[in-house]
Each structure stands twice: as C-alpha cells, then as structure tokens.
C-alpha cells in the first residue's frame, strides 16, 4: 500500500499545549499534505510540502518532511479546544492520485 | 465564490440498489475526485475524472462508476450495492496544472441496509 500512516492513532492535550503527529509512508512523493476533518464532515486542507522542502510554517502549524525517513510531522503550537478533529496525512506519488491515512484524532481539553 | 457543493447530504438504500451522487466543484476548478470514507478510516480514492474522462482509478470494483459534465460537475453511480458501501462519500476538486491542493466537499453520507 502507498498510504500514508499517522501516528499516534488518538491524542488527548489540554488547551495551550502543544500538539505533535507523525506519518509516515512507503513510496516516494511528489508532495505530502495535511487535512483536518471535524466530525465526519468534508476536510479542510491545512498545509502541502513539496518533497524538495524539509519544513514549512503556516500560522500555529509548522509541518517537517524527511525523505530518507518517508516521514512527516505536523505540530500544533498553542493547541485550542477548536482544533479539535481528526487529522491525516494524503501522499501524492503523482499529481492525480492522493492517498490517505487512517488519521490521528486530537482532543483539546478546554 | 462557492466551494465544493455535495447532494444529497444523507442517503438511505437497501442492498441491491443503484445510487447515484452528484457533486459541483469549486468555481474554476476542472478536475473532481472521489473518496470513500469509512467510518473511523481515511479516505480510500475511488477515481479521478478530468476533461470529461476518468484519468485515474483506485481499487475500487465496476459497480462504482462516474461522469463528469461539460461544466465540470460530477456524478458517482454506484450499482448492486453492498452493505459495505455504508460510507461517507467526499467529492475534490482541484485545478490542473496549478497547486495540486484538493478541495472537499462536505460529504455525502450513504447508508445501505
């Protein structure tokens, strides 16, 4: 399977800490993207980097990319009780064919 | 500038039956994909339709089939269905040759009894 997998499956932090998740995956990439999903609704796409890029910032989020490693990450700095939802990583070997995790599901305490 | 519109929202079917999904890309947007989502899974890609012509497909069988209009919106049949069809089914849309950032619909729930 080319899917990408996330790691932990669920994690529970209280509001203001920090939230880390892991993926990982077994082809090369053109591009790895994070989406976040509330409640069985559409997702929501959050941040792409490309396989030549090591890290990327966007407000709260900072995603890191390790090619050796087929390994990606994505921190959420100064987690609020909104973010709560569940989070997956989608590979794109080409730029037509997006594969899916199972998804880390992330619960802020308030 | 509306974004990715899904019908129905909910759907309720008895195996057997034939279902048909349709789904409106995001405005400009000229390629549309579809998922299956299952509960507590990630999205498992059924196929890809660009130019009125299926481009890509996943491992999904021959009951599921698609169309995509002129104006780019998108239609997913899905015959003799299974009660292992039970899903969410999303709806993206991208745009070719630009970002490869999908856009997703909300989702089209389908229970099958």
């Known amino acids: 399977s080319q899917q990408g997998e996330e790691d932990p499956q669920a994690l529970s932090i209280q509001e203001g800490e920090n939230a880390t998740m892991n993926c990982s995956y077994k082809t090369s990439i053109n591009n790895l993207q994070w989406y976040r999903q509330n409640s069985g609704r559409g997702l929501v796409h959050l941040i792409l980097?490309?396989?030549?890029?090591r890290e990327k910032h966007s407000g709260r989020l900072r995603v890191t990319l390790d090619t050796s490693k087929k390994s990606s990450s994505l921190l959420i700095t100064a987690s609020r009780a909104a973010d709560t939802a569940s989070y997956f990583c989608?590979?794109?070997?080409?730029?037509?064919?997006?594969?899916f995790g199972s998804g880390t599901k992330l619960n802020v305490k308030p | 500038d509306a974004g990715v519109t899904q019908s129905p929202t909910h759907l309720i079917k008895t195996r057997g039956q034939q279902v048909t999904l349709r789904c409106s890309p995001k405005s400009g947007h000229d390629t549309v994909s579809w998922y299956q989502q299952a509960l507590g899974q990630g999205p498992q890609f059924i196929f890809q339709y660009y130019e009125e012509e299926e481009r890509q497909r996943g491992n999904f069988p021959d009951r599921f089939s698609g169309h995509q209009f002129p104006n780019y919106s998108s239609e997913l049949n899905v015959n003799a269905l299974l009660l292992g069809d039970s899903a969410l089914y999303l709806c993206?849309?991208?745009?070719?040759?630009?970002?490869?950032?999908?856009?997703f619909g909300p989702g089209t729930r389908l229970t099958v009894l």
């Open positions: 989608a590979t794109a070997p080409n730029f037509n064919k997006f594969y």
């Open positions: 980097i490309r396989s030549n890029e």
């Open positions: 993206a849309s991208s745009l070719t040759g630009a970002t490869d950032t999908q856009y």
